[in-house]
């Protein structure tokens, strides 16, 4: 087993270093290469869409087109979130961990949207269809959350992937100049 002397960690050390700056400067480049960059930002308005119904429905006079607008925005991105929707670029997901959540707000949204229609009638509808809001925004926050993980480890193999690979194309490329004394 080779043991490390100073002199080795210090080079590894200074090798690291650099190579993490390098990679950390084309950071830019890296958002554009993750294929769900946009289904993450429809779902980060997911929540969005969510407290402007819980708003519409908390207002005194109730905005009916405006809430039926917004719940017809909410099932038209979950749904592209879950199976794709090329109208509005979502991709649609295969990570077993995103289709689970993304499951389990769309069966509460569909429990919801009967509420949310029979919201328009009385005022105790309406606060029962506001906490039923409550518990979508709950889920669709940790299915946000999934979304940023996902993200970050893509950055973290890309990161990585990087620097491995400035280091074996350097080595390839490496040479050195002996002199031969006579």
């Known amino acids: 087993m080779k043991k490390f002397t100073r002199t080795n960690i210090i080079a590894l050390a200074l090798v690291l270093g650099t190579t993490t700056l390098f990679a950390s400067s084309d950071d830019y480049a890296l958002t554009e290469n993750y294929k769900l960059l946009n289904d993450m930002k429809l779902a980060q308005k997911q929540q969005a869409l969510i407290v402007s119904m819980g708003q519409t429905l908390e207002s005194e006079r109730l905005d009916v087109?405006?809430?039926?607008?917004?719940?017809?925005?909410?099932?038209?991105?979950?749904?592209?979130?879950?199976?794709?929707?090329?109208?509005?670029?979502?991709?649609?997901?295969?990570?077993?961990?995103?289709?689970?959540?993304?499951?389990?707000?769309?069966?509460?949204?569909?429990?919801?949207?009967?509420?949310?229609?029979?919201?328009?009638?009385?005022?105790?509808?309406?606060?029962?269809?506001?906490?039923?809001?409550?518990?979508?925004?709950?889920?669709?926050?940790?299915?946000?959350?999934?979304?940023?993980?996902s993200y970050s480890r893509f950055k973290q193999r890309s990161k990585l992937s990087s620097i491995v690979n400035r280091h074996i194309n350097a080595r390839k490329n490496q040479t050195f100049a002996l002199n031969i004394v006579k």
Do not use: C, H
């Open 65 to 149: 087109k405006a809430l039926k607008d917004a719940q017809i925005r909410f099932e038209q991105i979950l749904t592209g979130l879950d199976e794709g929707n090329s109208a509005i670029k979502l991709k649609g997901t295969s990570i077993p961990k995103i289709k689970a959540k993304l499951k389990e707000v769309k069966n509460l949204w569909n429990a919801e949207v009967k509420r949310l229609n029979g919201s328009l009638m009385s005022s105790d509808e309406r606060e029962d269809a506001i906490d039923g809001l409550n518990k979508i925004m709950v889920k669709m926050s940790q299915a946000v959350e999934i979304y940023n993980n």
